[in-house]
T-cell receptor, first 114, second 110 residues
Framework: GAGVSQSPSNKVTEKGKDVELRCDPI?????LYWYRQRLGQGLEFLIY????????KSGLPSDRFSAERTGESVSTLTIQRTQQEDSAVYLC????????????FGPGTRLLVL | GQSLEQPSEVTAVEGAIVQINCTYQ??????LSWYQQHDGGAPTFLSYNALDGLEETGRFSSFLSRSDSYGYLLLQELQMKDSASYFC???????????FGTGTRLTIIP
């Protein structure tokens, strides 16, 4: 079956523009996560969706960042008024349920803010 | 809060054995996971320890000691393709999101 997919794979934008990143989780996976990874760094948690529960937004770095998820499917991460410091790889992961230990990652979106 | 500490870099020789350590401090604990990430790639799941002791999966083994808040990933018969970053991860009690460690960059030399 298909894995987690993300689009676009690469995005170059100008400082101050808004960008929208998309994640399609594995079908049937109720949990979905967004992470940010700067070059050579670890995984920085951004937001977590589980079923119909309120999302855990504790990792969002500023109010310029927001995310939505439609039911238990597609999620979009939006970054408004992008800054150069937002340049990073944005990874999406899904898992079967809240306490399932195996997360399946998408290939990521490489964002470059000029 | 929670934190998982790993050595930033480890170098090992092809064919040898290497151990990557992870020490953690979390408000609660449901077990320790390990992920591998090649340069330019996405992390992939390697193993999970819910209980103390050693879990073996082929050339990779993972160990957990809850009393010591410590775990490690053991890689045997190292191959050049094992050069990658390795992350430990834990799920703190009362909080369902996974927290990742600082990551260890493993370099295999001939």
């Amino acid at each position: 079956g298909a894995g987690v997919s993300q689009s676009p794979s690469n995005k170059v934008t100008e400082k101050g523009k808004d960008v929208e990143l998309r994640c399609d989780p594995i079908s049937g996976h109720t949990a979905l996560y967004w992470y940010r990874q700067r070059l050579g760094q670890g995984l920085e948690f951004l937001i977590y969706f589980q079923g119909n529960s309120a999302p855990d937004k504790s990792g969002l770095p500023s109010d310029r960042f927001s995310a939505e998820r439609t039911g238990e499917s597609v999620s979009t991460l939006t970054i408004q008024r992008t800054q150069q410091e937002d340049s990073a790889v944005y990874l999406c992961a899904s898992s079967l349920g809240a306490l399932q230990e195996t997360q399946y990652f998408g290939p990521g979106t490489r964002l470059l803010v000029l | 809060g929670q934190s998982l500490e790993q050595p930033s870099e480890v170098t090992a020789v092809e064919g040898a054995i290497v151990q990557i350590n992870c020490t953690y401090q979390t408000s609660g604990f449901y077990g320790l996971s390990w992920y591998q990430q090649h340069d330019g790639g996405a992390p992939t799941f390697l193993s999970y320890n819910a209980l103390d002791g050693l879990e073996e999966t082929g050339r990779f083994s993972s160990f957990l000691s809850r009393s010591d808040s410590y775990g490690y990933l053991l890689l045997q018969e190292l191959q050049m393709k094992d050069s990658a970053s390795y992350f430990c991860a834990a799920r703190p009690g009362g909080n369902e999101k996974l927290t990742f460690g600082t990551g260890t960059r493993l370099t295999i030399i001939p």
